[in-house]
């Protein structure tokens, strides 16, 4: 029986720990049928120990995606490796310490600067790198945390994934005509790196034990992940410029 991928090329960015939504859309996409290729920033070498635990080999090719030559180079290096793309996954995340945690009042410009480059801005730029890649059309999916409200702990990513959000909508309004849509998925907090990374996560966690009407594991990104391979499918080949909730329910809820 064939999976939902079968035959497809995807890159996936963002893979850091096993824990990660990255990994388990590459460990799913695998399991559905797909080629995967895997970018890293700044330690290749801790992705490709967490490559091996895939079910499959997966090929990392070093991606700071703010920096230009290693965008300008992308292409053809996947080029070398699977000939084309289907699919490209977006799970990159940053901001500075002290744009975190309840700083936001006194967050510095150039950490407001960094965090929205890293985190919305390099949508576009990945997506334009693998677009000569992309002839036949294809899917790009993206990861943002619910942007619609202000989160504890979480001050100007806040703001980064509201940037990210929009600039998943404009290209998605730019690149349908190349047949390329460009989605997102919403996920519930998970206990990733990145989440580490954010002073106080757990009082954010929180929200999801008192508020979610689906029983919420913050150890289990496997969820997130299968929504992401959802919309890397052809089952959605009309769909583009959607955010797609995978948070057990919690952004319906009223109170």
């Given at each position: 029986m064939?999976?939902?991928?079968?035959?497809?090329r995807?890159l996936?960015?963002?893979?850091?720990?096993?824990?990660?939504?990255?990994?388990?859309?590459?460990?799913?996409?695998?399991?559905?049928?797909?080629?995967?290729?895997?970018?890293?920033?700044?330690?290749?070498?801790l992705?490709?120990?967490i490559?091996?635990k895939?079910?499959?080999?997966?090929?990392?090719?070093?991606?700071?995606?703010?920096n230009?030559?290693?965008?300008?180079?992308?292409?053809?290096?996947?080029?070398d490796e699977l000939?084309?793309?289907?699919?490209?996954v977006?799970?990159?995340?940053?901001?500075?310490?002290?744009?975190?945690?309840?700083?936001?009042l006194?967050?510095p410009?150039?950490?407001v600067?960094?965090?929205?480059?890293?985190?919305?801005f390099?949508l576009?730029?990945?997506?334009?790198?693998c677009?000569?890649?992309?002839?036949?059309?294809?899917s790009?999916?993206?990861l943002?945390?619910?942007a619609?409200f202000?989160?504890?702990?979480?001050?100007w990513?806040?703001?980064?994934?509201?940037a990210?959000?929009?600039?998943?909508?404009?290209?998605?309004r730019d690149?349908?005509?190349?047949?390329i849509r460009?989605?997102?998925?919403?996920?519930?907090?998970?206990g990733?790196?990145?989440?580490?990374s954010?002073p106080?996560f757990?009082?954010?966690?929180?929200v999801?034990?008192?508020?979610?009407p689906l029983?919420w594991?913050?150890?289990?990104p496997e969820p997130?992940?299968?929504?992401?391979v959802a919309?890397?499918?052809?089952?959605?080949?009309?769909?583009t410029?959607?955010?797609?909730?995978?948070?057990?329910?919690?952004?319906?809820?009223?109170?």
């Amino acid at each position: 029986m064939s999976g939902i991928l079968d035959g497809k090329r995807i890159l996936i960015t963002g893979v850091l720990m096993e824990s990660s939504i990255a990994f388990h859309t590459a460990k799913v996409a695998q399991e559905q049928g797909a080629e995967v290729i895997l970018t890293a920033f700044p330690r290749p070498t801790l992705t490709e120990r967490i490559a091996r635990k895939l079910p499959k080999p997966a090929k990392v090719i070093e991606l700071d995606v703010t920096n230009q030559e290693h965008l300008d180079r992308l292409a053809g290096l996947v080029k070398d490796e699977l000939g084309s793309l289907d699919g490209v996954v977006h799970s990159i995340g940053f901001a500075p310490q002290d744009a975190l945690g309840g700083n936001f009042l006194n967050t510095p410009f150039e950490s407001v600067a960094t965090a929205m480059h890293v985190s919305a801005f390099s949508l576009k730029s990945l997506a334009m790198a693998c677009k000569p890649l992309m002839s036949e059309g294809g899917s790009i999916v993206g990861l943002t945390f619910d942007a619609q409200f202000a989160w504890p702990q979480y001050d100007w990513m806040g703001p980064a994934k509201a940037a990210l959000e929009a600039t998943s909508r404009y290209l998605a309004r730019d690149l349908g005509g190349d047949s390329i849509r460009c989605n997102l998925i919403s996920a519930g907090p998970i206990g990733s790196m990145a989440a580490k990374s954010i002073p106080g996560f757990g009082d954010l966690a929180e929200v999801w034990n008192t508020r979610s009407p689906l029983a919420w594991d913050m150890a289990d990104p496997e969820p997130a992940g299968r929504g992401v391979v959802a919309l890397l499918s052809d089952f959605f080949p009309k769909t583009t410029g959607e955010i797609i909730h995978v948070d057990g329910g919690v952004h319906m809820m009223g109170a």
